[in-house]
């Protein structure tokens, strides 16, 4: 190993804890301090050549450490505004219910699984990909009238078997 880059090995391991606290101090987030020190070590490495024989490389380091937070702090004069009132999320509590979705989604899956390739594709096409029936019948390579009716048979299908996705394709307002 080269012995310059060994001893800039040796700088990192060492200091970088002492830097992340400093720079912790500075940003007041983790995140942004290790990203701070991060930099600042890579303009090190850039000037290792001329400081390992000072010995002012934390000094430096540490210096280039300030200075990129006052140029952080200079872009970030853009004000943030927190809206006073968040909106609900849709489904009316406060936090969303990840084990009804879950369970919603295994349901989905383990019914369409019982649809015929057909009826699955044009399911998916129509309602998760938002197609109309025009560009369901092109892709799959079927007429219009196929789409309809294999639509029709699959959403009968589907209530049949797994009446609890019933707000998952209500359709016009109604279910059918």
Do not use: C, I
Not at 31 to 51: M, P
Not at 91 to 98: E, I, K, L
Not at 142 to 167: D, F, H, M, W
């Amino acid at each position: 190993m080269d012995p310059l880059l060994s001893e800039f090995d040796s700088f990192v391991r060492t200091r970088t804890p002492a830097l992340l606290r400093s720079a912790y101090l500075l940003t007041g987030d983790q995140h942004l301090a290790e990203d701070l020190v991060q930099s600042a070590l890579a303009r090190t490495h850039r000037s290792w050549n001329r400081l390992h024989h000072s010995g002012n490389a934390e000094a430096y380091t540490r210096k280039v450490m300030y200075h990129l937070q006052v140029s952080w702090w200079r872009r970030r004069q853009v004000a943030e505004s927190m809206p006073g009132d968040l909106p609900e999320p849709s489904g009316g509590g406060s936090t969303p219910d990840h084990a009804h979705q879950t369970t919603l989604r295994l349901t989905l899956r383990a019914a369409l699984a019982r649809l015929s390739a057909k009826q699955r594709a044009v399911l998916v096409l129509r309602f998760f990909e938002d197609r109309t029936e025009t560009e369901a019948a092109e892709l799959l390579g079927v007429t219009v009238g196929t789409v309809k009716s294999q639509t029709s048979k699959a959403l009968a299908k589907l209530r049949t078997v797994a009446p609890e996705l019933a707000e998952l394709y209500v359709l016009g307002g109604s279910t059918r």
